[in-house]
């Protein structure tokens, strides 16, 4: 996994994490006019329940890869980009 790559997850996953929350307390019944719904709320949970493990398998690659990136970084040397003044210009 690319530190990039890495971000956008960890992103989508906070996402996630948010919007079943909030799919939890409308379907608790906190809304005028809306009832308990209990089918909707207990998947609401299962979806948190999965994003915060995925969360944690997230935070676990970052820790493990963080190594790798810093050393593929160093790798590459300084950003050769024509579209940057005095990098890479001819």
């Given at each position: ?13 906070i ?50 890869d ?25």
């Open positions: 996994m690319t530190r990039g790559s890495f971000r956008f997850t960890y992103w989508a996953v996402v996630q994490i948010i919007l079943s929350v909030i799919l939890m307390l409308l379907n608790v019944g906190i809304v005028p006019g809306r009832e308990w719904e209990p089918v909707a709320f207990f998947l609401a949970a299962a979806l948190f329940l999965v994003d915060l493990i995925f969360l944690g398998r997230l935070l676990r690659v970052r820790r493990n963080k190594p790798f990136w810093n050393e593929e970084e160093a790798s590459q040397g300084p950003i050769n980009c024509p579209a940057l003044p005095g990098k890479g210009w001819p």
